[in-house]
């Protein structure tokens, strides 16, 4: 059921919520809880995906579905909840997203089989969808021009913390309860957002957008990413198959259609005018290079862990908490501190620490200690540190605020994407095949081979911030 709706001030009242006042902090708890819970679930079932193989069966393919099942919806419909947020209202819609979100978790937990809880995720991913963009939309359009890019830095630091901290909690509930609880704990938090944001939230939309939604282009765009995800899959698990080039070509062929169509759509889910801005799109290529070497990562590490290095889950999770310390205690300073250079140097830095981080990784392996693992980790948290809050507010501001909930669902989309295709590519690519979770000789030579790969997707997010992204500032554009 969709909440009644009572905004705080009107839609058409400049944004004047400051963050240091108590109306500001309860839109900031609101948004980091609702995006948080969904980056934590984009990342606290890897830890879990052992003890799901051991319990329900399955491959590395199955485990691969498991991610990508979220991240697919996710992806594909993250586009249309920002439209749908700038048309309806941000926190109408972020609020039927968060519900949403919590009945699907619950049906995860409750899964008897792989493709049950693959399914049950692809719900999730949707609830996601809705939610995401709407918290990112709603601090752009609610903040005073003064404080709106330090709350984007709150909210990219603390969102970013509940991402690095899946793991850790991952870890901590399978071993206290279960791989369940990793789903159930989100109805509790959730429950809280939605009465924070009810109570607390001011309604905020576009008065221009079109109320004709692009329901065509959002269907290719998720048939397309499926088909061209089960053929990356496929190749991992069963090779080059007439299966596996099928879907890929299908796939592939279903994006090109999304172009054309959303090229043709008087009512696209992406007007043409936000690619306009040549920093707009050059932000969102480094967020797909960047985002792909995170997905590749958070998908294999837990794993390497647990399956080569002999790690409980717990100790998988502790190992990664830098991650989290770092993003908490740097990301809104980061976020403040790239206001004055602007964004381009701590986007070119960043993932050139990170690749650092990764390069680190390289000696992790059977019987590894605690100190290479803390070492690549901690590395890797400050390159992250770097790059996260100030990518976020050049995106926003390359784009103008009206087009606020536009922007930040295609950068949630590219990110969503890059990692989808990464969980579902790179494996395949460093040589993982289905049967490699059981063979830990076989995982830890992919395992290195799929870093080097990662290592390369940051250099060249690196490079082309360098080039591309001179003028990236904090989003100041009325």
């Known amino acids: 059921m969709i909440p009644m709706i009572h905004p ?45 193989g051991r319990d329900l069966g399955g491959g590395l393919g199955a485990l691969q579905w498991i991610v990508n099942g979220y991240t697919l919806t996710l992806a594909s ?18 609020l039927v997203g968060a519900t ?33 963009p709407g918290s990112l939309a709603i601090i752009s359009a609610s903040f005073a021009d003064s404080d709106r890019s330090r709350a984007i830095g709150a909210w990219s630091g603390l969102g970013g913390v509940a991402g690095a901290a899946g793991p ?21 938090v959730v429950a809280v957002v939605v009465v924070v944001a009810v109570r607390h939230v001011p309604e905020t939309r576009d008065p221009d957008a079109d109320p004709r939604l692009d329901v065509l282009g959002a269907v290719l765009g998720a048939l397309g990413l499926a088909g061209l995800t089960y053929g990356l899959v496929g190749l991992g698990s069963a090779g080059l198959t007439v299966t596996t080039l099928a879907t890929t070509a299908a796939g592939v062929a279903t994006l090109v259609a999304f172009v054309a169509v959303e090229r043709a759509s008087p009512h696209p889910l992406v007007p043409v005018s936000v690619f306009a801005s040549r920093l707009f799109t050059a932000v969102n290529v480094v967020t797909l290079l960047v985002y792909a070497a995170l997905g590749g990562v958070f998908f294999v590490l837990v794993l390497e862990l647990q399956v080569v290095a002999g790690f409980s889950p717990l100790a998988s999770g502790v190992a990664l908490l830098p991650v989290t310390a770092l993003m908490l205690l740097g990301s809104a300073r980061v976020g403040a501190a790239a206001q004055r250079p602007g964004a381009r140097w701590f986007m070119t830095a960043g993932p050139l620490v990170a690749a650092s981080g990764l390069l680190l990784a390289l000696r992790i392996g059977p019987g590894a200690g605690w100190v290479p693992v803390l070492a690549s980790v901690s590395v890797f948290g400050l390159g992250l540190t770097l790059t996260v809050a100030p990518l976020t507010s050049a995106v926003l501001g390359a784009a103008s605020r009206s087009h606020a909930g536009v922007a930040s669902g295609v950068n949630n989309a590219v990110a969503r994407t890059a990692g989808l295709l990464a969980v579902a590519g790179l494996p395949a690519a460093a040589g993982l095949t289905d049967d490699a979770v059981s063979n830990p000789a076989v995982f830890d030579a992919g395992f290195h081979r799929l870093i080097l790969l990662c290592v390369a997707l940051l250099v060249a997010g690196a490079v082309v911030a360098f080039l591309t992204t001179a003028e990236a500032a904090a989003p100041d554009v009325p």
Not at 77 to 94: A, E, K, N, T, W
Not at 104 to 128: F, M, N, T
Not at 168 to 188: E, H, I, K, T, Y
């Open 8 to 52: 705080a001030r009107s839609q058409q009242s400049p944004p004047d919520l400051r963050l240091d006042g108590a109306a500001g902090r309860w839109v900031l708890l609101a948004t980091v809880l609702g995006s948080g819970v969904a980056l934590l679930d984009a990342t606290v079932v890897n830890i879990a995906l052992p003890a799901i």
């Open 77 to 94: 419909f993250i586009l249309l909840g920002g439209s749908l947020g700038d048309l309806l209202g941000r926190r109408r819609v972020f």
């Open 100 to 132: 949403w979100f919590a009945a699907a978790s619950l049906l995860c937990a409750l899964a008897p089989s792989p493709w049950v809880l693959v399914a049950a995720r692809a719900l999730q991913g949707v609830g996601g969808a809705l939610m995401t």
């Open 168 to 188: 850790f909690v991952g870890g901590w509930l399978l071993d206290v309860a279960s791989w369940r609880w990793v789903f159930l704990v989100n109805v509790p």
